[in-house]
């Protein structure tokens, strides 16, 4: 039960905050997939790369590197991603944490971005003064 009350909190914090862009690094790579972290959030995601019912792209998927190259751009473990986090409320009883590779820009894979080119999530954080008392 401590597992579906964090997604349904995850959900809810996604839901309320609409559709984010945030960098993340990926963990693992499999033969159409990536899963993505999120530093940031904690939280973790699949980016698939071939879905049911679209036009098929060209993945060749490396098991002695762990890597996966799609449309000639390779993705290795650690590489450094952009994706976009949406709350996919289609099915409203099973609703879930969806992400979209924004960059690198992949032509049928990639989505566009939610914000302008200066997202927030490429910016750092910004370092507050400690008060002295």
Same mark, same amino acid.
């Given at each position: 039960?401590? #597992?579906?009350?964090?997604?349904? *909190?995850? $959900? !809810? =914090?996604?839901?309320?905050?609409?559709? @984010?862009?945030?960098?993340?690094?990926?963990? =693992? @790579?499999?033969?159409?997939?990536? @899963?993505?972290?999120?530093?940031? =959030?904690?939280?973790?995601?699949? %980016?698939? =790369?071939?879905?049911?019912?679209? $036009?098929?792209?060209?993945?060749?998927?490396?098991?002695?590197?762990?890597?996966?190259? %799609?449309?000639?751009?390779?993705?290795?473990?650690?590489?450094?991603?952009?994706?976009?986090?949406?709350?996919?409320?289609?099915?409203?009883? *099973?609703?879930?944490? #969806?992400?979209? !590779? @924004?960059?690198?820009?992949?032509?049928?894979?990639?989505?566009? #971005?939610?914000?302008?080119? $200066?997202?927030?999530?490429?910016?750092?954080?910004?370092?507050?003064?400690? #008060? *002295?008392?």
């Amino acid at each position: 039960s401590q #597992r579906a009350s964090v997604a349904c *909190h995850t $959900q !809810l =914090f996604f839901k309320n905050k609409g559709i @984010v862009d945030e960098i993340g690094y990926i963990l =693992f @790579v499999k033969k159409n997939a990536i @899963v993505v972290l999120i530093p940031k =959030f904690g939280l973790e995601g699949t %980016v698939f =790369f071939q879905e049911k019912g679209k $036009q098929s792209l060209k993945i060749q998927y490396n098991e002695e590197i762990p890597s996966i190259t %799609v449309e000639g751009t390779l993705f290795k473990m650690f590489d450094k991603v952009t994706v976009t986090i949406t709350v996919d409320a289609s099915n409203m009883q *099973h609703q879930k944490i #969806r992400m979209g !590779l @924004v960059d690198p820009v992949i032509p049928g894979v990639s989505v566009s #971005r939610s914000t302008p080119q $200066q997202s927030k999530a490429n910016e750092e954080p910004t370092v507050k003064k400690a #008060r *002295h008392i």
